[in-house]
C-alpha cells in the first residue's frame, strides 16, 4: 500500500520549472531517498509534501487522503531539516515536547513521549539541560527526537546529517536507519551525497532537472543506471562512457541496435591480454585499489584494479570489459533494456 502518492507535480518560480510533472509512490514503511546534485529540486518536492510550499499543479496524497492546501500540521508529517533550528532558551525536554504542545496533548502524554523519544535518540540524561549548551550532534539528536515524539505517519527530512564531522555522520547515519527500521516509520530522505542514499534507502529516487530519472533499490540504481546521468552520478569513480565503435569493440563488445555509448564501471576493466591497450597516464593508489585513468580518443577512461601488482605511471595497459556488465545507452542517453 502506498502512504505518499506524488501526481504529476510541477512548481514554477517566476516561470523556472523546478519539478516537471513529477510522480512518486511512496510505500507503507518504506525509506525513499531523494537523490540529486544541488538545484534538482529535491527540497523543492520535500516542502510540497510537508505543505510548506504549494504545487502550481498535481497532487499530493497522504494515507489515501488528498492534502493539497491543507497546511503542515494538519497532514500528520514530520521534518527534520539541516539547519535543526532548536530553540536555545527552552531545554532539551521542553524543545522534544513542542510539537505536542502545539498540538494541545495533554502534559502527561507529553511527558512519557518526550522520555521515550529522548531514549531512542540516546538523551534522555539531557533534557534538563538548555539546547544553547550542546554539541552539533546533541542538536541532530534533539531535532530527530523532537521529530518522533509527535508519532508521525510520515518523517521527512533533509539533508539532516550534513552539518556533523564525518565519523559522527556515520554513526548517526546507521543508527538512524535502524531506529527507523524498528519504529516502522515511512521516511522521505533529501541527500546530494550518494554514499549516504546507498547506505540508507530502500529506494533511491534520483532526481535531475526537475525530474525523477529512476527509482530503485541501491543495487539497481548502480547496476543499472536507467540514463547516463545516473551512472556519472553514482559511482565513485563514476562509471566510463566510451562512445566511439572501435573502442567499444576493442573491449570485448558489441552495440545492439540503437545503442550509441558503452557504460562501463571501471571496476567492471579487467587487465587481459587481448582487448583496448592505453598508456596509463594517472595512477592513484587508494589502499583497497588503485585508479588508473586515461584517456582514449577524447574520453577519459578510469579503471580499478586490484593492488597488486602495481600499475606505473606511464605503463601501457589491456583492459576487457567484464562479461554481462556493458550496459548501451541510446543517443539521447536512455539505458537500452537487454
Ligand atoms: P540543494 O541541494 O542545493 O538544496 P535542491 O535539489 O534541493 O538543491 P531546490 O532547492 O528544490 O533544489 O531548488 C530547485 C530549483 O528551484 C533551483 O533552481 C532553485 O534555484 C529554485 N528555487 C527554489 N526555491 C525557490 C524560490 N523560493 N524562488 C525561486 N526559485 C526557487
Known amino acids: 500500500m502506498s502512504v505518499i502518492t506524488i501526481d504529476r507535480v510541477r512548481k514554477e518560480f517566476k516561470g523556472h520549472q523546478a519539478l516537471k510533472a513529477v510522480s512518486l509512490d511512496i510505500e507503507d514503511r518504506e525509506f525513499c531517498v531523494l537523490l540529486g546534485p544541488s538545484g534538482c529540486g529535491k527540497t523543492t518536492l520535500l516542502r510540497i ?50 510539537g505536542l504542545r502545539m498540538k494541545k496533548v495533554d502534559a502527561a502524554a507529553i511527558e512519557r513521549q518526550v522520555k521515550r523519544s529522548a531514549e531512542l535518540m540516546h538523551i534522555e540524561q539531557l533534557l534538563d539541560r538548555y539546547a544553547g549548551q550542546l554539541s552539533g550532534g546533541q542538536r541532530q539528536r534533539v531535532a530527530v527526537a523532537r521529530a518522533l515524539a509527535v508519532q508521525p505517519d510520515v518523517l521527512l527530512m533533509d539533508e539532516p546529517l550534513s552539518n556533523l564531522d564525518a565519523l559522527l555522520r556515520l554513526e548517526m547515519r546507521s543508527e538512524l536507519k535502524a531506529l527507523l ?3 516502522k516509520t515511512t521516511t ?35 547496476r543499472q543506471p536507467a540514463t547516463e546521468f545516473v551512472g556519472g552520478f553514482i559511482g565513485n569513480p563514476p562509471m566510463n562512457f566510451v562512445r566511439t565503435p572501435e573502442a567499444q569493440r576493442a573491449l570485448g563488445v558489441f552495440a545492439p541496435p540503437g545503442a550509441a555509448t558503452l557504460g562501463i564501471r571501471p571496476e567492471d576493466l579487467d587487465l587481459a591480454n587481448e582487448g583496448l591497450s592505453f598508456d ?4 592513484e593508489m587508494l589502499g583497497a585499489s588503485q585508479q588508473v585513468t586515461t584517456r582514449v580518443g577524447d574520453e577519459l577512461l578510469r579503471v580499478s584494479l586490484g593492488i597488486d601488482p602495481p600499475v606505473l605511471a606511464g605503463e601501457r595497459l589491456t583492459v576487457r570489459a567484464r562479461a554481462g556488465c556493458a550496459r548501451w545507452y541510446d543517443a539521447q542517453g536512455k539505458l537500452l533494456q537487454a
Open 181 to 183: 527500521r524498528d519504529l
Open 49 to 98: 509534501i510537508a505543505g510548506l510550499e504549494t504545487e502550481s499543479s498535481g497532487d499530493v496524497r497522504i494515507g489515501g487522503r488528498r492534502v493539497n492546501g491543507l497546511p503542515p500540521r494538519e497532514r500528520n508529517i514530520a521534518m527534520v531539516f539541516q539547519n535543526y533550528a532548536v530553540f536555545p532558551h527552552m531545554t532539551i525536554g521542553q524543545n522534544i515536547g513542542f
Open 280 to 283: 596509463a597516464k594517472v595512477v
Open 188 to 222: 522521505i530522505y533529501v541527500t546530494h551525497d550518494q554514499t549516504e542514499a546507498m547506505s540508507l534507502g530502500d529506494r533511491i529516487a534520483v532526481m535531475h532537472g526537475g525530474e525523477i530519472v529512476q527509482v530503485a533499490p541501491p543495487p539497481e540504481v548502480y
